[in-house]
């Protein structure tokens, strides 16, 4: 794969990294050669030229290229259309209007996009684009160096104007530019440097630490929905305690999600109590290690923001000890409100909130002294986010008392074993009252309405109590909560 940056500045310390990046590269290549090099061909008798550029060189110099790859040429939209319709086997355009057409070939889910240069208006949210004419031109625009090198089809000429595969060896995170000036075109480059850092386990450089510090504030300009995608890919990368330990640091998370930094409570000598804030990044880790099907997005938030409740509600005791009463309710409520704002779907923002309400629930299980019916409730309570609380809870235990620790995972793995051996009794996953509302109707002689519900809830109360009844039980049961009813409403 030709280089054509030939400054020798731009070499790597160490050969044999080199080459082992150059081996992975051409390996990556290879495999997707088919595809990228009919596509270049059509492009070139077109009259114009192609280039895999981005995160799939990148990616492809790291031995992890998938099957998104990333295009840029110098034909136009209108004339990328035209070129890809005969080919590909479905096209799509919802990007065209910044220069970008989608399309898929194979197996492989493809963008190409037109040379341009993009910058932000001082109170702009969306990007003002404008096309270039050359590859150099449409690099120098790219957040960082280590996405800002390009190979050229289907000659495969590696084009690396800005030294990003000296960066990708030394694994770290510069512009292309100043910082300044990149951050400015896009302030949303400050969270992907975050994110990038959080993704590849990169350090980001001193400069750019400074810029992101000094430019915090230019992020608020940026929307949510940008803001949001950026936050959750971070927290779903490999690393997140590396990008939102650098968010924290710059001043970012202030300004996009302030109940994060919030966390960081002062200690003094008479008030020792946990570092909330290292407890919340070690907590998620931990929550990570239990996954079993990959990133878990509802998880991990539910990880970052359970404790974010615990500032507005400590409380200095007379005794010296610190309290943090109902931190998990009001926490739930600033989940739903920090997820809101940021756009998050609907469900999430429930799930989500769901959990951090719930999350203590266990503590209250503690000597293992719960019942049946206690049982029962923590189950209907979590509904379809078992599972995930399961995770959440055991993932909270951050102390270093190791007999501490053993006996809260002991007291956990008791109330795990509980709730299997109801599970085999009754359907706990679908706990419902013994008779429905048809037959409370019937029963009763009631028609649907407010009656019938508050009958239904009694139902389910005596069944979280007491476990499944016979039919003819609950036909008793019925009559007789209704026949204290019609005793109320005529004393």
Known sequence: MPNANNDSSQTPQSPNVLS??????????????????????????????????????RDALLGRLGND????????????????????????????????????????????????????????????????????EDLVRRDFTVNAMAVALPAKAFIDPHGGLVDLAERVLRTPGTPEASF??????????????????????????????????????????????????????????????LLVRTGLAERVFPEIPAMRLERDEHHRHK??????????????????????????????????????????????RVSFHHHEVVGAKMTKSRMTKLKYSNDLVKDVSRLVELHLRFHGYGTGEWTDSAVRRYVRDAGPL????????????????????????????????????????????AIRPDLDGNEIMGILGLKPGPQVGRAYQHLMELRLEYGPMEHDAAVAALKEWWATQQDSAQA
């Open 275 to 320: 570092d909330v804030y290292e407890h919340t990044l070690t907590v998620l880790e931990q929550a990570m290690d239990l996954e079993e099907e990959g990133p878990d997005l509802v998880l991990r938030l539910a990880a970052l923001l359970h404790d974010i409740g615990k500032p507005r509600t400590r409380r200095f005791e007379q005794d010296g």
């Open 386 to 429: 078992l599972n995930r609380l399961h995770k959440l809870t055991r993932s909270d235990c951050t102390t270093r008392n190791r007999r501490k620790a053993a006996a809260l995972s002991r007291a956990y793995d008791g109330l795990e074993e509980r709730i299997a051996k109801l599970r085999e009794q009754e359907k706990l996953d």
């Open 69 to 136: 790859l990333d295009f840029t040429t110098d034909a136009r939209p209108e004339q990328v259309l035209a070129i890809v319709r005969p080919w590909a086997d479905a096209v799509w355009d919802v990007g065209i209007a910044f220069g970008t057409v989608g399309c898929r070939k194979q197996d492989f889910q493809i963008e190409i996009t037109t040379y341009r240069s993009e910058a932000y208006d001082r109170t702009s949210r969306k990007p003002e684009v404008s096309y270039g004419d050359s590859i150099e």
């Open 20 to 57: 082992q990046v150059q081996r992975r590269a051409v390996s990556e290549l290879l495999r997707v050669s088919p595809v990228a090099d009919d596509l270049a061909r059509r492009f070139e008798e077109a009259g114009h030229h192609l280039a895999l550029v981005g995160g799939s060189v």
């Open 184 to 245: 400015s075109d896009d302030p949303l480059r400050m969270m992907r440097a975050a994110r990038f850092a959080a993704q590849l386990d990169f350090e980001v450089a001193p400069e750019v630490v400074t810029a992101m510090t000094e430019m915090a504030e230019r992020v608020e300009i940026v929307s949510a929905e940008r803001v949001r995608d950026e936050f959750n890919k971070l927290i779903m990368s490999a690393h997140p305690r590396k990008g939102l330990e």
